[in-house]
């Protein structure tokens, strides 16, 4: 079982919509990272916590360190925002980021 | 800073050649990691080092994969000899502090073995 769940898997949504999508983990973890990666592209790292929130223009992550869940939020979301989100952790044992499998959101006009 | 550097960006190959890949890190960064993205297995960590030293590479996929790390601001990932199912984007990153520091990736190498 992968340390990292991610849901759900695939997301469409119209432009405009409140997007969420969530991560739970079931180690220990030091801090956890959100990504974005756009078809064909490379990776980006939007956020790292280990805890609370934080917010980057529409972007806003959350993390409960006790549940062992994060969630990423997109206000008024725009079909640019169009890519694959991954959560990856960095446990309190591990020496690299453990990778979820991924949420692919497409947003339509 | 440009960033982490891979090259090249698309490389495509044939069965039994020798294939290296390329990666620059960000200057100051002190550990290095190479990963691998395919459709059925994601991301996954093939090795990483700190201070240019192979930390772990219990992630690397058989003898045929070596990697190196010569220079702080220089490392290679060698696939020798290359197969079909070596077939992935490979992603360099590196970071200044493996656990709680900003994490930088490469824009990967597209690697097409046919």
Known sequence: KNEVEQS????TAQEGEFITINCSYSVGISALHWLQQHPGGGIVSLF??????????????TINIQE????????ASHPRDSA???CAVF????????????TSLLVTP | DAGVIQSPR?????????????????????YLFW????????????????????????GMPEDRFSAKMPNASFSTLKIQPSEPRDSA?????????????????????RLTVV
Request: with cysteine; charged share 20%.
């Open chain 1, 8 to 11: 759900p898997q695939n997301l």
């Open chain 1, 48 to 61: 790292m916590l280990s805890s609370g929130k934080k917010k980057h223009g529409r972007l806003i992550a």
């Open chain 1, 68 to 75: 062992k869940h994060s969630s990423l939020h997109i206000t």
């Open chain 1, 84 to 86: 694959v989100y991954i």
């Open chain 1, 91 to 102: 446990s309190n044992s591990g020496y690299a980021l453990n990778f979820g499998k991924g």
């Open chain 2, 10 to 30: 698309h490389e495509v190959t044939e069965m039994g050649q020798e294939v290296t890949l390329r990666c620059k890190p960000i200057s100051g960064h002190d």
């Open chain 2, 35 to 58: 990963y691998r993205q395919t459709m059925m297995r994601g991301l996954e960590l093939l090795i990483y080092f700190n201070n240019n030293v192979p930390i772990d590479d219990s």
């Open chain 2, 89 to 109: 984007v490979y992603f360099c990153a590196s970071s200044s502090n493996r656990r709680t520091g900003g994490y930088t990736f490469g824009s990967g190498t």
